[in-house]
């Protein structure tokens, strides 16, 4: 299943697959490790190269707390002067500490840098990322809920966001989840069902889930065909109506891409761009990847991009 669900992934847009690694599932008892099967970690790496993207690896210890005792093996109760989710010689680096951290007083952001520098003196040559952590220590990047939006989104809100992310020099779009699939056994925590977040592009099961998948596929495909004006251009933003923006990316050889926003969530907007007129849906984004012809809307969905395409210029 691993190579059809990251296959699927690739063809929706995706350039890198993250995972957690599960210490409770690799080391059920201290010195007895199991990377066999579904747990065959480096297989599962190697499936990815295989398919030309990049993974990224959530090593935890503490992965999520909606995996059972966080991705802790439970016979940590018998290390002797183990404290957890603290500085003390027995334990690691961390993971959405922030949530937690002001119940340990002064001795949590004390542990914050101990295990930020823990993890560079490492020297694995790749970025480390504290998820949540605004405390977090250079040259860690820390990274937060980007909005705070419900846990079930639609696409058209989905794909508002990234856009919105991008437009304002975000990068490293992480959708959590992309791919949920089943918590099976005893592995979810006690307030999760076995499936885990079935809203995502792929489900449970590795389906696609339209229209989601296909909005964001489409999005993808006109973002990255924006990479000259987004990575080389200056960019510039400003008003063009009372609750409507523009973000624009000029590069010196004349490529240009503009996001033009309309934050009004139940009218129309109707707004000036570069002597055009251009008709944005309610808290939408059009995307104008010559600056001259909206390509996508952000709140207008549908399954193929040439179809979508004509409706978006015919509009215009």
């Known amino acids: 299943m691993w190579s059809s669900l990251i296959a699927k992934a690739k063809e929706g847009g995706v350039d890198v697959i993250q995972t957690y690694v599960f210490w409770n599932l690799h080391e059920p008892q201290p010195g007895q490790y199991d990377f066999n099967g579904?747990?065959?970690?480096?297989?599962?790496?190697?499936?990815?190269q295989a398919q030309g993207i990049y993974a990224c690896l959530r090593i935890g210890p503490f992965i999520e707390s909606e995996w059972t005792y966080g991705g802790f093996p439970f016979w940590l109760h018998d290390v002797p002067g183990i404290v957890y989710r603290t500085d003390n010689e027995p334990f690691k680096i961390e993971n959405e500490y922030q949530n937690v951290e002001a119940a340990f007083h002064e001795k949590g952001p004390i542990y914050v840098k101990w295990a930020a520098k823990m993890g560079v003196e490492l020297e694995t040559g790749v970025p480390w990322v504290m998820c949540k952590q605004t405390d977090a220590p250079d040259p860690v990047v820390h990274y937060q809920v980007y909005g705070g939006e419900p846990y079930i989104r639609s696409a058209e809100d989905i794909a508002f966001h990234v856009a919105l992310f991008i437009a304002k020099k975000g990068s490293y779009i992480n959708y959590y989840m992309y791919h949920g699939g089943t918590n099976f056994g005893r592995t979810a925590s006690a307030y999760v069902i076995t499936?885990?977040?079935?809203?995502?592009?792929?489900?449970?099961?590795?389906?696609?889930?339209?229209?989601?998948?296909?909005?964001?596929?489409?999005?993808?495909?006109?973002?990255?065909n924006c990479f000259t004006p987004l990575l080389q251009g200056v960019q510039s933003n400003f008003s063009i109506g009372p609750l409507q923006q523009a973000y624009v990316y000029e590069e010196g050889t004349g490529a240009c891409v503009a996001f033009l926003v309309n934050n009004d969530s139940t009218k129309n907007a109707t707004v000036q761009f570069q002597n055009n007129s251009f008709e944005l849906l309610p808290k939408s984004i059009g995307i104008l990847p010559d600056c001259q012809n909206m390509v996508f809307n952000t709140a207008k969905v549908c399954y193929g991009f040439i179809i979508c395409y004509e409706l978006k210029t015919k509009n215009n």
Do not use: C, M, N, T
Not at 38 to 48: M, T
Not at 207 to 214: D, S
């Open 38 to 48: 579904r747990y065959d970690l480096v297989k599962f790496i190697k499936e990815i």
């Open 195 to 224: 499936s885990y977040y079935d809203q995502a592009p792929l489900d449970e099961y590795g389906l696609l889930r339209q229209p989601k998948w296909g909005h964001l596929k489409e999005l993808h495909i006109v973002i990255k």
